[in-house]
């Protein structure tokens, strides 16, 4: 049995209108969007405050670790930390507060969600 594809009408069918006609349908970034220079300083950055951002969170408290975790690598909800965890709402927010003022500590107030943070 041959397959069928359907066939669209000529004023449907994509039309190459030059080398920028992918692009002309695109937004273009903000006027305050960072640079590519501060982009990659910034990641530059990051790199090297990694080795102290991972033995700061090692030093967290399972319970710290698991509700920093669970919120910035999974992206899970309060709601939905307390469900996982079996805990109450409040102590998610006591939890990350503890740790993220932890790792904040141990980076020298270094805020490592921050793009310009050294």
């Known amino acids: 049995m041959a397959v069928r594809h359907r066939h669209q009408p000529h004023s449907q069918a994509p039309q ?4 920028h006609a992918a692009r002309r349908g695109q937004a273009r970034p903000p006027a305050d969007a ?17 080795p ?3 033995e ?3 030093r967290l408290g399972r319970g710290e ?6 919120t910035a690598l999974a992206g899970l909800s309060h709601e939905e930390i307390a469900a996982a965890l079996g805990i109450s709402y409040g ?7 503890r740790a993220r003022a ?4 141990a980076l020298g107030g270094t805020n490592p969600m921050e793009a310009n943070h050294g």
């Open 34 to 50: 960072p640079s590519h220079e501060e982009r990659v300083a910034a990641q530059v950055s990051a790199e090297s405050l990694r």
């Open 102 to 105: 932890k790792i904040r500590a």
């Open 16 to 19: 190459n209108r030059g080398p």
């Open 91 to 97: 102590t998610v927010g006591s939890r990350l507060s």
């Open 52 to 54: 102290a951002l991972a």
């Open 65 to 70: 670790r698991d509700v920093l975790l669970l």
């Open 56 to 58: 700061a969170i090692a």
